[in-house]
């Protein structure tokens, strides 16, 4: 009966949702990229929750503080993320992914030192600045580094499957996290618990990045000048796709972003303490999670720009019903469909850098979407602690899902060629100076 199909359909290849998964490099360099962002997701549960609860007696100074802890961690990345690029693409991913993990280890003993000592407030903050110091230079060679241990064509579903599994690790930290904490009596134990949890888990990281083998090395490597460094923004601004979708992402998520408040809304307006604060953390990842898996198994979207476009908007609804309720369950199935909308937003700005970008050049424009992510999440919390404290919680996340919906009517009158952007698993590396939107057009348009 198979040899009545047509010839066209059975010389097509089966897609292989697994395929990235198979290479046993990726693999490692997955499970010790878990493991570290398992160990950060747990440190922002216990930093948060033990700054919050000793700040709460006066709630617009906790709802500030909660804002601080955002801006003290994006300023060391838009300082270090440009030459932490750059260091990426000169010298060995592998080894600086290691040599991080053991600075993360450090500031997690660290943070238990300071809990043990009840030290003032503004200790932590210095912590978290040398805390995000480190993640400067870790996120442009962990996120370079992967685009080594798999061929090329695969990358489409590494990414995928990048988003899927960190993810999962960003749903179980604020749970687990949050657990630990509401296992304990006082506010103090919990953390101090979580910091000796995460000195593990960097050590665990460590291992796995070790185990990683590069299939793929760069053969290129320019000499370090201000121009090179700065390269990886002209890449980026010369190619408006990539600004299109990283600044629709740096906007709605800066305006739109409502974790930072949670230890509000979990003590003070839903009254469900630790561990319902730990079950809001994880909600954003339990849809990112459903979602990814969804992408995973379904074929390559025909117009992904579309797409994106849809599920920002789709952000700012979930923000604005999570910001009217007062039900646990409804704002948990709120926070899920942001984490799922946001999923989409990540795969497909993830994938667009990666396969139109040199490989050579890869650390320095991961670098510079490093900073608008950043920018993004740390000043997105910011920006909700101080509406926080002039409009109230609730004001600070309405206001916010508004701004996100005006921001995708906004990118659609500034880059009315997102609608246009061709599939993604079909795209190829830009040359810097032949960049040109015209080659990563819908074939036909």
């Known amino acids: 009966m198979f040899s009545k199909l047509p010839t066209n359909l059975m010389s097509q290849p089966r897609h292989d949702p697994y395929a990235a998964l198979r290479y046993p490099g990726y693999l490692a360099y997955m499970v010790g990229r878990s493991f570290f962002f398992l160990a950060s997701q747990m440190q922002t549960v216990a930093v948060t929750w033990e700054i919050y609860q000793r700040l709460r007696p006066n709630l617009k100074d906790a709802a500030m503080a ?41 500031c997690s003993l660290g943070f238990f030192v300071l809990s043990k000592m009840d030290a003032p407030v503004a200790a932590y903050y210095v912590l978290l600045f040398i805390t995000a ?73 460590f291992l796995m990045f070790m185990m990683t083998a590069p299939l793929v090395k760069s053969d290129r490597k320019e000499p370090v000048t201000l121009e090179s460094v700065l390269t990886g923004v002209k890449f ?67 117009h992904p720009g579309r797409v994106m476009l849809q599920a920002v908007a789709g952000f700012g609804v979930a923000t604005l019903i999570f910001g009217v309720s007062h039900w646990f369950w409804l704002s948990f199935a709120a926070l899920v469909m942001t984490g799922a909308c946001d999923n989409i937003s990540v795969v497909v700005r993830q994938t667009l850098n990666q396969m139109i970008t040199p490989n050579h050049m890869r650390g320095r424009v991961t670098s510079v979407n490093f900073i608008f992510i950043s920018c993004s999440n740390e000043l997105g919390e910011f920006e909700s602690g101080l509406t926080a404290r002039l409009l109230g919680p609730i004001g600070s996340v309405l206001l916010g899902g508004v701004g996100t919906l005006l921001v995708v009517a906004a990118a659609i009158l500034v880059f009315p060629e997102l609608k246009r952007l061709g599939k993604l698993h079909e795209l190829k590396p830009v040359d810097i100076e032949k960049a040109t939107d015209e080659t990563l057009l819908e074939k036909g348009n």
């Open 133 to 205: 110091t480190g993640r400067s230079f870790t996120t442009p060679a962990v996120s370079a580094l992967f685009t080594t241990l798999i061929p090329r064509e695969v990358l489409p579903n590494a990414s995928t499957w990048n988003s899927s599994i960190l993810q999962l690790s960003a749903m179980v930290g604020p749970t687990l996290g949050g657990f630990i904490v509401a296992a304990h009596g006082t506010h103090v134990e919990g953390p101090q618990t979580i910091y000796l949890v995460n000195i593990g888990l960097a050590a665990m990281g």
């Open 236 to 302: 980026v601004f010369k190619t408006r796709f990539l600004l299109a979708t990283m600044s629709l992402d740096l906007f709605a998520v800066l305006l739109g972003g409502a974790t930072a408040l949670l230890p509000i809304f979990a003590t003070d307006i839903l009254h469900v303490g630790a561990w319902g604060f730990g079950l809001l953390r994880a909600a954003p990842s339990v849809g990112a999670i459903i979602m990814a898996l969804f992408i995973a198994h379904m074929k390559p979207w025909n």
């Open 66 to 106: 909660m804002g601080y802890i955002g801006l003290v961690q994006v300023l060391p990345m838009i300082l270090f993320a440009l030459p932490a690029g750059q260091l990426a693409d000169r010298f060995n991913r592998k080894s600086i992914a290691m040599i991080t993990q053991w600075v993360f280890a450090l």
